[in-house]
């Protein structure tokens, strides 16, 4: 597999054509390490809509969004469900 077909291959060959693109693949990539570290919320976000809006705004023509999303998320080591994060800062803050 080239490294072009990888998610942050695509990320980082766009943010070096379109540079006006690379503030959005700065943000999703360090979302994605953030996940990789553990953070939920990260995670949340990268399977959200406005990862995925940002996606297809650099994503060169012809490649297909949905595989990179998913090929990005299938990355992290886990997902938790959405809501948890903030579920577990209630649960924190309620027993305090």
Not at 8 to 20: F, N, Q, R, Y
Not at 53 to 62: E, F, K, S, T, V
Request: charged share 20%; proline share 7%.
């Amino acid at each position: 597999m080239s490294r072009a077909v990888t998610p942050g291959g695509i990320i980082h060959d766009v943010a070096a054509s379109a540079p006006e693109a690379a503030l959005l693949a700065a943000v999703i990539r360090l979302a994605y390490e953030d996940a990789l570290g553990g953070d939920a919320e990260a995670a949340e976000w990268l399977a959200g809509p406005v990862c995925r809006a940002w996606l297809h705004l650099i994503a060169p023509d012809g490649v297909d969004v949905d595989q990179v999303h998913a090929r990005l998320l299938a990355r992290l080591p886990t997902r938790a469900p959405p809501g948890a994060h903030a579920a577990g800062l209630r649960m924190s803050v309620g027993n305090d």
